[in-house]
Every structure is written in C-alpha cells, then in structure tokens.
C-alpha cells in the first residue's frame, strides 16, 4: 500500500508540474487546465504550438524522436492554406488529438510514446 501511495504521489506531482508548465506558457489560469485538455483545440497551433512542445521535450527530457509535428498540429497559416485543406480534405487527412493526459504519459515514459 505505501509503494502505491508513493507512486500517486509522484504521478500527482508529475501531474502539478505539467499543468504549471502549460498555464506558463500558455498564460491561463492552471485551474482550467484538466487531463482530458485538448492542446491545438484549446491552447494552440501553428508556431505557438511548435515551440511548446520544443520547450515541453526539452524541459521534461524527453526523446521525441519518434513525435511528428504534422500528424497533431497545423502549420502556421500561408497563402497556400486553401490548397493544403483541400488537399487533406481529399486524402482523408484527419489530425489526432494531444491532451494533456497524453503529456503526463510521455513524461513518465521520457519519450514520445
């Protein structure tokens, strides 16, 4: 039962760190911040988002090797953006959802799972 609690702890404050480091960064207040926050529809995209996860890997050691941009977040918006939605349009191109459960995961396991 204490190996329990010790982990729970340790998860909770994994958990704490992760929530200050997002409403830091994204200058909101850490009470709005849940497990189940979606980043690129709640927080952001593009550039901001690009950064974020270059500051979350990096100040988190984790290997991100493994983590593609593209299949999460959108580019920064272009001239070409109505070409590249109609494109993804076509092909089926759907980008999948990170919230911040996902972040504690990755953090836990040091790399991008």
């Known amino acids: 039962m204490q190996k329990f609690n010790l982990k729970m702890n340790h998860n909770s404050e994994l958990i704490e760190k992760i929530k200050a480091f997002i409403a830091q960064e994204c ?13 690129r529809e709640k927080l952001f995209d593009g550039d901001d988002a690009d950064l974020f996860m270059w500051d979350f890997f990096h100040i988190f050691e984790i290997d991100f090797s ?25 092909k ?3 980008l999948q959802t990170i919230k911040v459960k996902k972040l504690v995961e990755v953090a836990q396991a040091k790399k991008w799972v």
């Open 27 to 39: 200058n909101i207040e850490i009470e709005k911040i849940t497990m189940e926050t979606p980043l």
């Open 66 to 90: 493994n983590f593609k941009f593209d299949r999460y977040f959108n580019p920064e918006p272009t001239l070409l953006d109505p070409f590249l939605f109609l494109l993804n349009l076509i």
């Open 92 to 94: 089926g191109k759907k």
